[in-house]
């Protein structure tokens, strides 16, 4: 099973495949922002691909729409997790 790591906390979390981002930070008690309860709809789950962005699915619409995005940052909530990743949570 996938292993979740966030920085700057350093918790891990190991789940299920498919579970997003935002699922394994409510699991960790880390605090990503996700106001909307993970609808996409207030794109302030952002999070910071440290490590593992080939174990992270494609960018959604919604996140490619988000103009503030950097390259290496993801919505949490939209993303699906199939291997070992790292991020870091501002
Ligand atoms: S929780 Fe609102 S966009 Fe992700």
Known sequence: M???TFQPSGK????????????????????VHDRCGGLGACCNCIVT???????????TV?????FYLDPQDRLS???????DVTVRVD
């Open 12 to 31: 891990t979390m190991e789940i299920d495949d498919a579970t997003t981002l935002r699922e394994a930070a409510h699991l960790a008690g880390v605090n």
């Open 77 to 83: 909530c939209q993303c699906k997790i199939t291997g």
């Open 49 to 59: 691909v440290v490590d593992g962005a080939e174990h992270i699915c494609p960018k």
């Open 2 to 4: 996938p292993i979740v």
């Open 62 to 66: 919604i996140e490619e729409a988000v």
